[in-house]
């Protein structure tokens, strides 16, 4: 007996007996994943769409660094083309000679056209206690990787600062 799947609240649940499926659920490793409804001539195209018991968004990737000295990287590849939101926060205990920062780098390739390269710079000041927070959505090219990476700058090499980075697959997409 077929069954056909309605989103609510971010929760599917389901009911009976549409003759096909609309669409198809899999949870692998608590990661909830559904797939469109396949046709002879189309194959079915499954894309996570929450994690946990009820859903939600996926953190793809997720990098924290606590009084680091050292610059840090975190990256992935789209694997389809699909919204993502990433989310950074960088502090600095404000014990730096003057002029010294932290730059953050988020770069990754939009969909338009042949796919533009995107990058968005983010300046941490270390002479001072500062809190750098920002989330941006991006709307990124299948197979191309999304990446965020920290650098000292103004003469910076080894000034303590704390950064945690997020990057969330949101739901729905193609």
Do not use: C
């Amino acid at each position: 007996m077929a069954f056909e799947y309605i989103f609510t609240g971010g929760i599917a649940s389901a009911y009976q007996p549409p003759s096909t499926p609309v669409l198809a659920l899999d949870r692998p490793n608590n990661v909830l994943y559904i797939s469109s409804n396949p046709t002879p001539t189309t194959p079915s195209v499954w894309v996570a769409v929450g994690g946990g018991v009820n859903g939600g968004p996926v953190i793809q990737a997720a990098l924290q660094a606590i009084n680091t000295t050292v610059p840090q990287t975190v990256t992935i590849k789209a694997l389809t083309t699909v919204m993502y939101a990433v989310s950074i926060s960088l502090e600095s205990v404000g014990n730096a000679a003057s002029g010294h920062t932290v730059l953050a780098t988020l770069s990754w390739t939009s969909p338009t056209g042949t796919g533009i390269a995107h990058t968005i710079d983010l300046t941490l000041p270390l002479d001072d206690q500062q809190l750098v927070m920002e989330t941006y959505p991006i709307l990124t090219l299948a197979n191309t990787s999304i990446t965020m990476a920290t650098s000292y700058s103004g003469g910076a090499v080894n000034d303590p600062y704390t950064v945690s980075i997020r990057l969330v697959q949101m739901p729905g997409g193609n």
